[in-house]
């Protein structure tokens, strides 16, 4: 079935720095979509990209979708503290039929040092 | 206000007892999901329901069962099949089920 990959699994940055997760799935997406849940939280939609090699910035978040549809990044500038948490990359296969849907990564932990 | 809501917040219970845990939704949603994740962890898919008295089993489902008879509300049942039901659990809902998903504010379930 498909797999979507993230890494690193943890990172740990000094406030102001920068920080980039990555987003790797096994199938052709049709979108991508970036969740973030704050710890003790819920997962929160950011951001979802469609297109071939779309770039979307919200703010210090910059957000990349692959030119295959396999693959996608969310880079933050200038960390905050207010930036801590999982962040979670999602995707539904490019086509399929049955049980196709949203398929998660296992996320990437930020910890902001301030 | 729109959205998901659980109860309860916190749910402790003892060894070999079942235990419903409720997620309700305003959003007219079609699509909806149970997820069950451990500290550290990812989101693991329990089951997911795309319409109404129609559900399917997710990758963990084993020792846990759901029932959809309305479209608001997709209750998980964690019986006492389930070997390691100490977990948060996250129900989600979406307009279909590749669409943007919906978190409610989850259950931490601990057995003692």
């Known amino acids: 079935g498909q797999q979507v990959m993230q890494i690193p699994q943890y990172q740990h940055v000094q406030e102001g720095e920068d920080f980039t997760t990555y987003c790797n799935s096994s199938t052709t997406l049709s979108n991508i979509q970036w969740y973030k849940q704050r710890p003790g939280g819920h997962p929160v939609f950011l951001i979802q990209l469609v297109k071939s090699g779309e770039v979307k910035k919200q703010k210090r978040l910059t957000f990349q979708f692959g030119e295959a549809k396999k693959n996608s990044s969310l880079h933050i500038t200038a960390t905050q503290t207010t930036d801590v948490g999982t962040y979670f990359c999602?995707?539904?296969?490019?086509?399929?039929?049955?049980?196709?849907?949203?398929?998660f990564g296992k996320g990437t932990k930020l910890s902001v040092i301030p | 206000d729109g959205g998901i809501t659980q109860s309860p917040k916190y749910l402790f219970r003892k060894e070999g007892q079942n235990v419903t845990l409720s997620c309700e939704q305003n959003l007219n949603h079609d699509a909806m999901y149970w997820y069950r994740q451990d500290p550290g962890q990812g989101l693991r898919l329990i089951y997911y329901?795309?319409?109404?008295?129609?559900?399917q089993k997710g990758d963990i489902a084993e020792g846990y069962s759901v029932s959809r008879e309305k479209k608001e509300s997709f209750p998980l049942t964690v019986t006492s099949a389930q070997k390691n039901p100490t977990a948060f659990y996250l129900c989600?809902?979406?307009?279909?089920?590749?669409?943007?998903?919906?978190f409610g504010p989850g259950t931490r379930l601990t057995v003692l």
């Open positions: 999602a995707g539904p296969p490019y086509s399929g039929a049955g049980s196709y849907q949203l398929t």
């Open positions: 989600a809902s979406s307009w279909g089920r590749t669409d943007t998903q919906y």
């Open positions: 329901s795309q319409i109404v008295n129609d559900f």
